[in-house]
């Protein structure tokens, strides 16, 4: 569980900071720099605290460059604001993989649980 919340609150930081510059700001395009900057510092802070940066952590990354940049260009607030619901459409989609869910389950529960109870869970 705590794993889980570190991970959303990872991926939904960026856009916090976007909406904190743009309610104190009141400015789209320096409140979406301000999510990019905030972005470089992030990332650049994993690869320098050599933690592996998993292939999803690039592609939010490479959205926020994308969303941001089209936040910049027509000053309006809502392609920033998207970044969220695509990276968990994203999400989304990999679970619709059979068995995805089997990985993250205990060594302890794999040995007890059918597999075919736990590929329903991961669909449910």
Do not use: C
Request: proline share 5%; hydrophobic share 55%; net charge positive.
């Amino acid at each position: 569980m705590k794993q889980a919340l570190w991970h959303l609150l990872n991926d939904l930081l960026v856009t916090a900071v976007f909406l904190i510059a743009y309610g104190v700001l009141r400015d789209a395009r320096i409140a979406a720099g301000v999510a990019v900057a905030a972005g470089f510092v992030h990332a650049g802070s994993r690869r320098l605290g050599r933690v592996r940066v998993h292939p999803l952590e690039w592609t939010d990354f490479a959205l926020l460059l994308a969303l941001g940049g089209a936040t910049m260009l027509t000053q309006n607030p809502r392609f920033v604001m998207l970044k969220p619901s695509f990276v968990h459409l994203g999400i989304a989609a990999a679970m619709f993989r059979r068995g995805w869910m089997i990985g993250y389950i205990t060594p302890i529960a794999r040995q007890n649980v059918p597999e075919p109870a736990m590929v329903a869970a991961g669909y449910g």
